[in-house]
């Protein structure tokens, strides 16, 4: 089942169309894996197991699954208007593992402007504590085992160019003028 969205919409910074193109993108996403989840059941009871097909489409679960969660993450860690809570948990946190705020934006921040598609996380791993900004290929490529995903920021294209042409930059900006710092605090351990 998607989780209903629309409550983004009106977003300073991202255009409706934008919002309502990325909402679709992610009801595919939902869709697809829905989808998978049935054909490798089928395969699963028809004894198909030992096929090429299965193993395709095992292997694009990594994909469907990932792209539905973590759109799922990202609107879900939007849509915000109260600026990070400097004396919060979180703040602390991301001063003790990077020493200032400042520097894990930079951080964070120069992930999500790698080139390529695919999205920046901030992580907690479950095992230290330690937060961790990460690039992920697409949707399935890098996650860290073990680790909680904290803030998820998408920077594929459709995300950001039909606001911002090619300035990622200016999306980024964008989405962390957006950023809902109530649950991405909550995600924190
Ligand atoms: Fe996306």
């Given at each position: 089942?998607?989780?209903?969205?629309?409550?983004?919409?009106?977003?300073?910074?991202?255009?409706?169309?934008?919002?309502n193109?990325?909402?679709?993108?992610?009801?595919?996403?939902?869709?697809?894996?829905?989808?998978?989840?049935?054909?490798?059941?089928?395969?699963?009871?028809?004894?198909?197991?030992?096929?090429?097909e299965?193993?395709?489409?095992?292997?694009?679960?990594g994909?469907?699954?990932?792209?539905?969660?973590?759109?799922?993450?990202?609107?879900?860690?939007?849509?915000?208007?109260?600026?990070?809570?400097?004396?919060?948990?979180?703040?602390?946190?991301?001063?003790?593992?990077?020493?200032?705020?400042?520097?894990?934006?930079?951080?964070?921040?120069?992930?999500?402007?790698?080139?390529?598609?695919?999205?920046?996380?901030?992580?907690?791993?479950?095992?230290?504590?330690?937060?961790?900004?990460?690039?992920?290929?697409?949707?399935?490529?890098?996650?860290?085992?073990?680790?909680?995903?904290?803030?998820?920021?998408?920077?594929?294209?459709?995300?950001?160019?039909?606001?911002?042409?090619?300035?990622?930059?200016?999306?980024?900006?964008?989405?962390?003028?957006?950023?809902?710092?109530?649950?991405?605090?909550g995600?924190?351990?």
């Amino acid at each position: 089942m998607a989780v209903d969205y629309s409550g983004l919409i009106g977003m300073e910074g991202f255009s409706d169309s934008l919002l309502n193109n990325h909402l679709s993108l992610y009801q595919g996403y939902v869709n697809n894996c829905n989808k998978l989840i049935e054909l490798l059941a089928a395969m699963l009871k028809e004894g198909k197991t030992g096929t090429p097909e299965y193993a395709e489409l095992k292997r694009r679960m990594g994909f469907e699954f990932n792209g539905m969660r973590l759109h799922e993450y990202y609107f879900g860690n939007i849509g915000g208007k109260q600026a990070l809570d400097e004396s919060g948990r979180l703040a602390k946190k991301l001063i003790e593992d990077f020493g200032s705020y400042s520097e894990w934006e930079k951080d964070f921040q120069g992930t999500g402007m790698m080139r390529g598609i695919g999205w920046a996380i901030l992580y907690q791993d479950n095992m230290t504590g330690k937060l961790i900004n990460q690039w992920i290929n697409e949707h399935e490529t890098g996650h860290l085992a073990g680790c909680t995903p904290i803030l998820v920021m998408d920077v594929f294209e459709h995300a950001y160019i039909t606001d911002y042409g090619l300035k990622r930059a200016s999306y980024i900006q964008a989405f962390f003028n957006n950023i809902n710092w109530g649950v991405v605090e909550g995600r924190l351990k």
